[in-house]
């Protein structure tokens, strides 16, 4: 993920914040990919449409809950339209979240910007 992050900060005039407060995680293969997945469409849109400066990404658990936040501060966009066809990105990254049995919420306003949350029970990373 920090090999993702660099990336994308040399090809982007945007400014990423990245925290992680868990010292170790223990994860699977597959639950990792879809974790990473996640993180680098988000990257995607919003080096594509969001217009951001910065971007602020963290991991933390809490009471056993596995918690991925993706914060932007760009234009945002209505949610409910870009979950409807053709948004496959957006259906993608909710497909990966529930196959590793978590839950993805996105919230944007317009002109405030976006939050993509990932939660998943610790045990179904394992």
Known sequence: MRTEIDSYKSRQDTQINFFC???????????????????QEALRNIAKYSEASNVDISIN??????ILQIKDDGIGFDVESARKPPGLRLKSMMERARLIGGKLDIESQ?????TIELNVANKRLA
């Open 110 to 114: 317009e002109f405030q910007g976006t």
């Open 21 to 39: 407060s868990a010292r170790t995680l223990s994860v699977s293969n597959d639950a990792s990919l879809a974790i990473f997945r996640i993180v």
């Open 61 to 66: 658990i809490i009471k056993d809950t596995f």
